[in-house]
């Protein structure tokens, strides 16, 4: 699964290549990976691009938007009019079924594999955001092979699909802009999903109802620390997981952000005051904000806004560095599992801290 500083490059490249752009066509080569009122985004002109956690948010004219959760092998590929065009010109995979007008699933059909529920508070719609995605100067270019055309641009899974002949096997839509670009939704394994709907109804969808707040968002603290409160018991990486706590941290930014706030990851969240609970999510924030400097992890499934690996893992300071020194005190980094997910952690710079017996009542 993406995490939140992949989902935000991809966001920045929609940001930059598609706003001002009016949709002429949405093409569904597979219904299933389309919902909702799919006419209501014809004819209308993109306002912008946002993200909330994994989820992105293309704002349309007129209060519809187009929602996109990329899942796992997800990705968004732009072709400018001239690529477009040549594209068009090849034949389709001969698989690919006929395109219907809309998708007859429901709007809410995706429905979020998060643990307990919990109602959102009355924040504003949009989140303040991650500082602004740049360029990844130290990101890794992808293997060999096939060449992107001029302007081509594709965020997500690194497959070929990114720079290769589109449509292809893996092409589920097809959206076309009125000047000629096209923007294609590739996805291997089909999770990821497309809604069009309006946008005071975005909120409502379960995945983002449930959702906590942004680690960015300059009030996230407070809510931040009654969500989590409400899991006194749980061990603090499977609280930092969960989406309807705080939003968008995914495996890699845990184990980071828990070994950057000298937190074991077992550590029921009960052991820690309210300073250790802060300096973990400030401590998120920070490792995100540099994954996303560097172009997001990949954790070998995604590439950057420009088709580049990005560089974070190379600067990693515990996630896949079992057995190398903690760059802090030397001792071997450790790998165990925690809340059913591979774990890196030092031993002695995050102990772990136990749950103190309730006081008995007089």
Not at 303 to 321: C, I, M, N, W
Request: include cysteine; glycine fraction near 10%.
């Amino acid at each position: 699964m993406p995490e939140l500083p992949e989902v935000e490059t991809v966001r920045a490249g929609l940001e930059r290549l598609i706003v001002g752009a009016t949709i002429a066509s949405v093409e569904p080569l597979q219904p299933s990976s389309l919902r909702g009122d799919v006419a209501s985004a014809l004819g209308r002109r993109v306002l912008g691009a946002r993200r909330r956690g994994k989820v992105l948010i293309v704002d349309l004219q007129d209060g519809y938007s187009l929602v996109a959760h990329l899942k796992m092998t997800g990705q968004l590929v732009f072709r400018p009019a001239t690529a477009a065009a040549s594209s068009a010109a090849s034949p389709a995979p001969a698989r690919l079924g006929k395109a219907t007008g809309s998708s007859p699933d429901p709007v809410a059909a995706p429905t979020p594999a998060t643990p307990s529920a919990h109602t959102a508070s009355g924040r504003a719609p949009g989140p303040a955001g991650p500082p602004p995605a740049g360029p990844a100067a130290s990101a890794q270019p992808l293997a060999p092979g096939p060449t992107a055309p001029p302007g081509a641009w594709g965020g997500g899974h690194p497959s070929d699909s990114l720079i290769g002949p589109l449509p292809d096997n893996s092409t589920r839509v097809i959206i076309g802009f009125a000047d000629g670009a096209r923007l294609y939704f590739n996805d291997q394994r089909k999770f990821g999903w497309l809604a069009v709907m309006p946008t005071d109804q975005v909120e409502e969808i379960p995945l983002l109802a449930k959702m906590g707040p942004e680690p960015f968002e300059q009030e996230a603290w407070p809510e931040f620390r009654r969500r989590a409160r409400r899991h006194q018991r749980a061990p603090v990486k499977a609280v930092l997981l969960d989406q309807s706590v705080v939003a968008g941290i995914g495996n890699i930014y845990a184990d980071e952000a828990l070994w950057a706030a000298r937190i074991h990851p077992e550590t029921p969240v009960g052991a820690l005051s309210d300073r250790a609970l802060k300096r973990l999510l400030e401590a998120a924030a920070e490792v995100m904000a540099l994954s996303l400097s560097l172009g997001g992890s990949t954790d070998r499934n995604y590439v950057d806004a420009e088709g580049r690996r990005g560089a974070y893992l190379d600067f990693a300071k515990v996630f896949r560095r079992q057995g190398q020194p903690c760059e802090r005190c030397g001792r071997p980094i450790l790998k165990t599992r925690v809340a059913g997910r591979g774990t890196h952690l030092c031993a002695r710079c995050q102990r772990r801290r136990p749950l103190a017996p309730p006081t008995p009542k007089p």
